[in-house]
């Protein structure tokens, strides 16, 4: 319930602090109508115009179906209503005016162990790509470093490094996929050693062997690039 509630630094770096807000129905958002808060998700736009920064990954979340973008408006309505206080996130870098053009729609992709999906699972939907790839000035770099890994995560636990998950010797060649399926479920490597924070296993666990078989298609097919990009 930590993540609905909000009220923790996500990450502080020389561009930016960021903090998860409240989501809640007893925050703000529920004064916003489902359609708001439904383009605050996947646009990055909140009713009143501004924009929300980074690290929240919109430019993945742009991907996002109508159907699971509205199911995740559904969830959050149902939620404990919480009335958390947020710190206001800052940013010493420029914020874009908007992450692209206005979404009139989405289309699902079909659930089946199939590329397409893969790329929607580990994009849109878990963003694995955001944190498995270098940030530049203006965010992760897909375009030149997708999914590299080396990008910093700040927290309780130290620091953690995201790892290469692209099919380079530095990433996942050396791995089987039912290794890959414990990473990503469990937190556990084949070493028996334990992931770091803030990987989601805990939440991919519940995913279907469909999903997983999708997801480890789709980053198998990824251009190898080394450690960092």
């Known amino acids: 319930m930590a993540n609905e509630l909000g009220g923790f630094m996500v990450e502080k770096n020389p561009a930016f602090e960021a903090w998860a807000v409240n989501i809640t129905p ?18 990055g736009i909140r009713p ?5 920064g980074p690290p929240m990954p919109i430019s993945l979340y742009r991907g996002l179906s109508d159907d699971d973008l509205y199911s995740i408006v559904a969830f959050l309505r149902t939620l404990p209503a919480n009335g958390t206080a947020t710190p206001f996130s800052t940013y010493n870098i420029p914020l874009p005016p908007a992450y692209g053009p206005p979404i009139e ?7 089946g162990v199939t590329v397409a999906y893969g790329e929607y699972l580990a994009g849109p939907v878990a963003h694995c790509l955001e944190c498995h790839t270098p940030m530049g000035e ?11 890994g080396g990008f910093e ?9 995201s790892s290469n998950i692209t099919s380079h010797k530095d990433g996942l060649a050396g791995y089987s996929d039912a290794e890959l399926k414990a990473m990503i479920t469990q937190g556990v490597r084949p070493d028996g050693s334990r992931m770091l924070p803030p990987m989601g296993y805990h939440h991919y666990a519940a995913m279907t062997e469909t999903d997983l078989n999708a997801v480890v298609l789709y980053l198998r097919q990824l251009p190898p ?5």
């Open 26 to 43: 007893g925050s703000r958002v529920a004064d916003w109508s489902d359609q708001e808060l439904a383009r605050a998700i996947r646009e």
């Open 48 to 52: 009143d115009g501004t924009v929300i």
């Open 105 to 111: 729609s989405v289309a699902a992709i079909p659930a």
């Open 138 to 148: 203006r965010g992760p770099m897909f375009d030149t470093h997708l999914g590299a």
């Open 153 to 161: 995560f700040h927290g309780p636990w130290g620091t953690s490094v």
């Open 225 to 229: 690039l080394p450690e960092g990009g």
